[in-house]
């Protein structure tokens, strides 16, 4: 086997590279060829190959992830932005959180365990490449149809393998989503979020500076994981009897990557570390070259010093290895000593391959052959651009015409009853503690609230009693009928959600789920929903920290539901202020916060009702939603509240119901002047919450929501056994129980 | 009920004005619960020390907690690899000559392991990993760990794991429920499958206490469960030893 | 009746945790010389009636869909010889 030098590659121009097998276009390949004046070794087509892929390059997002950047509000608390592994948030007494939420979609629809498994590990990578000790995790999941086949081998797998990793890192799970429809079948979405907490002089940064500084790759061996396109180099071109049984699924290890998370911080607390770069999607092509070109440029690498758990991997294999559990480190030549022996005490190999060079060349040896010799900039951050043609598709004037207030709706008390048990039961609205019950939401002892709650908090200061939020919500139905209001509503959703339990909203990351972006319609709503997430933050003055995107979701012509997860990250002074969901003190008076109307398009009620979407989404006013989370953050700091839900799909009863249940109180209801009892209980609108007030506040509240313009209703009082409309029906709780805690598990088990 | 610490004239205050005791907490390779457990012994007042299981030493202290996690991955079998640790050899001939350890989760798997506590854990018979917060009687209150307890006290502390099933053959059983040696009992329905509803037990000196539940995740009312049921374990021991 | 027995491995080039860790601690408790660990399941799957062609292939169809995740795993049926003690 001839090995593809440099050397050889200037020699051979002619020689044919599978470059259209590896995902490269024809003008990409011209690309290489060109930035490099020569044909590319293998090795270097590995690396442009899958450094170009739009799962690393963002080449047909980028356009448009711009505006997240150019109309950033005004933010004092963002320390590191856009770009990095993960953006920082200042929270006040010295600290600073990171948090990023990522997509595990299609390895979690291969192979669920692991695919979900693999997918908490890597964002808690990057967390940890940040500098931070992670503190939680959460996991925003949709899934096809609760009731089709495929969904019982996927929705047991995703959950098992999150908590069978998650809960071995010894991290609390403190929220997430779970969503069904028919639109995720064969396309899952398995998102998962972590969040991580540092002192502001620990930040560490991806990149390699300082010429002579040693770069050491620790964790676990390399291995053939996640090379298919690799392989194909391997088996093709330069070896035709080489058999490439390569795997295609990743196999996570959490013990290695808790022995990753303990050492990498004890390095950091020791000043160790001049650089850090975790090895995710593109292995050490892309931690190389990231590494490099953030920081001075130059890096000579000694492939051959990579640990390996197959001895008859190529070169090319090497670099394009996707094996978990790995991280690479920058260490000052007289730290090296120092920074192996931590690894060593915590069990992790840990081996100098390569060193920070003068020059900007990144310059890959094997067997004392140069097979790597480029300007790494070029690979991680002169990617293509793409300005993917996009346009209004053509069913969506009917589809918004598709009216669903004009859906039949109950006509009698029994009716309006039995549509509300429906409704609380149903897959979408029904407890998720089948999910969460097999997650650790205690470990760390800082977890103030988890699921159900609107926001998972941790506290993060013992002295202080300081603490973070951070909730995410994303409607795809919603964004299907308009996705420029439907990323504003999932914002707004997650900013009112974080509010609600009394932390102030700081930043938001976002994961934006997708079908094909070759698709004019997908596009479309790409191009859509950044523009109303961007225009939202701005309005909202939460600055996009950054974020993730997941295109190619979709079955032959079938895409997806436009879904963008909006993760929002908010601060506490003193997480003993936090406002639960649960009614728990009988007498207290509830209030609705915020105007309803008769907003039923993408709503719960029509999906479980009537299996409908059509219309148009609840209508969006953000300065709504920013006066609402004050009320709601001065409420809760004040002591006026007790308990606090925001409303959002399946409206007022759906909120009630979750609160009497969690408090195990009822609750009296009246329906409101001017208000019909089916539009009280089922609408959608934006910007309410119901608010538990003790009968001391009850004037203070009003008081001061009158002084601030925000509309304030009187709705009812915590009482009884019962979820009771005046008038209309009465439903003990012991069966709004049942009917809300069985249907998940009566389905998976 | 919520066992508190009660300070009590007899109890003469430390160099810190705290308690002069030591309770060791180890932390393994895939140790998760060993922060927890350490600010656990400091609510109730001691001193915590951290042991590391590559050290044979245990630095002087009175007690030890094997806290929970999932050491070594739990691969092999939970507690099996840990068992072996140089520090487990020391802690294993103290705890023989008397010296007081808790196990919590995977410590108590790694106590079983050892030999220290009889029985074995194994995976949930519904085969999840489970994370509640779990109803316990506290069925004997004559161990080192669990004095600030009244017998048949009811408690409520998070579990959270998937290899919580405690077995033992029938005779075991039988002698552990003879010689009082059942230490804690499910209560509201058994999580796992465990035999007889056991969710800890003790050695016959009562100096070895191993369970599944979790006390240090409620000595706090804000975080957790939101409930300090937990603490009396800690305050238990710091009062035994103070008074020793 | 005679028994199959259905062992189920990770596929040699998959990453098997569990074995390194088990491979890692044998030479911290003395057992030197082994260069490699793996672990895997074994089923044993007493049947009924005899075990011939058509039983065995109804066992591969229940090891290929059930027993292991072929995604990542082989596995191996064998007849195991049902002759008494000697």
């Not at chain 1, 069978?164 to 028919?182: K, Q, R, S, T």
């Not at chain 3, 895997?40 to 109804?58: H, I």
Request: aromatic share 6%; net charge negative; charged share 25%.
């Amino acid at each position: 086997m001839t090995l593809d030098t440099v050397k050889h590659a200037a020699e051979t121009p002619d020689t044919k590279l599978p470059w259209a097998e590896l995902g490269l276009k024809e003008d990409e390949y011209a690309r290489v060829r060109e930035i490099l004046g020569r044909r590319p070794t293998g090795a270097e087509l590995a690396m442009y190959s899958v450094m170009w892929s739009e799962h690393c390059s963002y080449k047909s997002s980028k356009v448009h992830l711009r505006q997240f950047g150019e109309k950033a509000p005004q933010s004092d608390a963002m320390l590191v932005g856009i770009g990095e592994n993960a953006g920082v948030v200042d929270v006040g007494h010295g600290y600073a959180v990171t948090f990023k939420v990522e997509s595990h979609n299609h390895p979690s629809y291969v192979e669920p365990y692991q695919g979900a498994a693999t997918g908490v590990g890597g964002i808690v990578r990057d967390i940890i490449a940040m500098g931070a000790r992670p503190v939680a995790v959460v996991d925003p999941l949709r899934m096809g149809a609760a009731d089709h086949p495929d969904t019982k081998r996927v929705l047991p797998g995703v959950v098992a393998g999150i908590g069978g990793y998650g809960n071995c890192l010894g991290l609390p799970n403190i929220g997430g989503e779970l969503v069904f429809d028919a639109c995720y079948q064969g396309n899952p979405l398995v998102n998962a979020g972590a969040i991580g907490v540092m002192r502001h002089e620990d930040i560490h940064l991806a990149k390699a500076s300082g010429p002579g500084n040693k770069v050491i790759l620790y964790g676990a061996r390399t291995g053939g994981d996640g090379i298919g396109g690799a392989s194909i180099l391997a088996s093709e071109t330069f070896d035709d009897a080489k058999p490439s049984k390569r795997p295609a699924v990743q196999v996570g290890d959490p013990f290695q990557e808790k022995l990753l998370i303990e050492c990498t911080l004890e390095a950091f607390a020791e000043k160790l570390v001049v650089g850090i770069q975790d090895l995710g999607a593109a292995g050490l092509s892309c931690a190389t070259s990231e590494l490099a070109s953030n920081g001075t440029g130059g890096m000579r690498v000694e492939l051959d010093d990579v640990p390996l758990r197959d001895s008859t991997l190529t070169p090319e294999e090497i670099l394009m290895s996707e094996s978990q559990e790995r991280m690479c480190a920058v260490v000052e030549p007289e730290k090296v000593e120092r920074f192996l022996a931590i690894c060593e005490k915590w069990d992790v190999t840990a081996t100098v391959v390569g060193e920070v060079t003068d020059g900007d060349r990144l310059e890959i040896f094997w067997h004392g052959e140069k097979i790597v010799d480029l300007d790494p900039r070029t690979v991680a951050h002169d990617g293509p651009v793409y300005e993917r043609p996009y346009a209004r598709p053509s069913w969506q004037d009917a589809l918004q015409a598709d009216d669903a207030n004009k859906l039949p709706r109950p006509a009698t008390s029994a009716e309006l009853r039995e549509q509300v048990i429906q409704l609380v039961a149903s897959p979408n609205q029904a407890s998720k503690s089948w999910v969460t019950d097999q997650y650790d939401r205690f470990v760390q002892g800082n977890t103030v609230l988890a699921q159900p709650e609107d926001s998972g908090m941790v506290r993060i200061d013992e002295q202080t009693g300081l603490g973070v939020a951070l909730a995410n919500d994303g409607n795809g139905r919603y964004s299907k009928l308009d996705p420029y209001a439907g990323a504003q509503l999932a914002l707004a959703e997650a900013y009112r959600n974080v509010a609600a339990t009394g932390a102030r909203p700081l930043a938001v990351s976002d994961c934006l789920n997708f079908g094909s972006p070759e698709d004019t319609d997908v596009m479309w709503q790409f191009a859509e929903t950044t523009r109303g997430l961007a225009d939202a933050c701005l309005t909202l003055g939460t600055p996009v920290t950054g974020g993730n995107v997941s295109l190619y979701n979709q079955t032959g012509e079938a895409a997806i539901h436009p879904t963008p997860v909006v993760s929002v990250l908010g601060v506490i002074d003193d997480v003993s202020r936090r406002t639960p969901i649960a009614f728990a003190e009988e007498g207290q008076l509830l209030y609705l916060l915020g105007e309803t109307r008769e907003e039923f398009g993408g709503s719960a009620w029509s999906q479980v009702v009537h299996d409908h979407l059509g219309g148009l989404p609840p209508r969006v006013d953000l300065e709504r939603e920013r006066l609402l989370a004050e009320i709601l953050i001065s409420a809760s700091r004040d002591g006026m509240i007790d308990a606090a839900h925001d409303l959002s799909d399946g409206g007022l009863v759906q909120a009630v119901a979750e609160s009497c249940l969690r408090g195990g109180k009822g609750a009296r209801l009246v329906v409101p002047d001017g208000l019909d009892g089916f539009t009280f209980l089922f609408s959608e609108s934006a910007g309410r919450a119901v608010v538990a007030v003790p009968r001391s506040e009850e004037l203070r509240f009003t008081d001061m929501c009158g002084a601030r313009g925000l509309p304030v209703t009187r709705i009812g009082v915590v009482d009884g056994d019962a979820v009771e409309l005046q008038g209309e029906f009465s439903i003990e709780l012991t069966e709004l129980r049942a009917a809300y805690e069985q249907t998940l598990p009566g389905l998976f088990g | 009920m919520t066992a508190r610490p009660s300070p009590t004239a007899t109890l003469n205050g430390g160099p810190t004005g705290r308690w002069n005791v030591r309770i060791g907490v180890v932390t393994f390779p895939g140790t998760l619960d060993d922060r927890d457990t350490q600010r656990a012994v400091r609510i109730a007042g001691a001193e915590a020390v951290p042991l590391w299981h590559r050290d044979k030493d245990l630095k002087q202290v009175d007690a030890v907690v094997l806290p929970g996690g999932f050491s070594y991955g739990d691969y092999l079998r939970a507690g099996a690899i840990s068992r072996f640790s140089p520090l487990m050899e020391t802690i294993i001939d103290q705890a023989k000559a008397g010296m007081p350890v808790l196990g919590i989760c995977n410590g108590f798997q790694v106590l079983t392991e050892s030999h220290l506590l009889p029985g074995a854990m194994l995976r949930n018979n519904h085969l999840h990993f489970i994370c509640r917060d779990q109803k316990l009687r506290v069925e004997s209150t004559s161990t080192a760990w669990t004095a600030d307890y009244t017998a048949g006290q009811e408690i409520s502390i998070p579990l959270k794991n998937i290899d919580g099933r405690y077995v033992a053959d029938e005779r075991t059983l039988d002698l552990l429920e003879a010689e009082g040696r059942v230490a804690f009992r499910y209560l509201d329905g058994n999580p796992n499958g465990s035999l007889r509803d056991i969710a800890g037990i003790t050695n016959e000196a009562g100096n070895v206490v191993g369970l599944m539940p979790h006390p240090e995740h409620a000595v706090e009312p804000l975080v957790g469960t939101g409930r300090t049921d937990g603490l009396g374990f800690f305050t238990s021991i710091l009062k035994k030893l103070v008074n020793a | 009746m005679a028994r199959v027995v259905v062992d189920v491995m990770l596929k040699p080039e998959i990453l098997d945790p569990q074995g390194q860790a088990v491979q890692r601690a044998l030479p911290r408790l003395g057992f030197e010389g082994i260069a490699d660990v793996r672990q895997g399941k074994r089923f044993e799957l007493e049947v009924e009636g005899p075990v011939d062609d058509a039983a065995l292939a109804r066992i591969h169809e229940m090891a290929e869909t059930f027993l292991a995740n072929t995604v990542i795993e082989d596995f191996e049926v064998k007849v195991e010889t049902s002759e008494g003690p000697k």
